[in-house]
C-alpha cells in the first residue's frame, strides 16, 4: 500500500501542487469582479447594494474552494484508512 502510495504522489504530486498553487490567483481575480461589478452596478451585483453582500459571497465561494482542496489533500488518508479498516 505504501508503495503504491508513493508511486501516486511521484506521478500525480506534481500535476496537483501545480494545479492547487493556481488557487490564490484565481480567488483574487474571483474578487476583483466581485468587487469591480459591485462599484459598478451590475445586475448579477445588485444584490450587493449593501457593501458587505458581495464580500459575503466571495467569503463564501472561497470557503468551498478551499473545502474542496481538502477533499482532494484527503483522499490518500481515507484510501489507507478504508485500505487497513478492510484488514
Known sequence: LAAVDAIMERSLGTRERSLLASVPALLGAHFE???????????????????????DRFCKDRQSVLLAELEVRFQPVEGLLAALRAR
Open 33 to 55: 469582479r466581485l468587487r469591480a461589478a459591485q462599484a459598478a452596478g451590475e445586475p448579477e451585483a445588485a444584490t450587493a447594494t449593501p457593501t458587505g453582500v458581495w464580500l
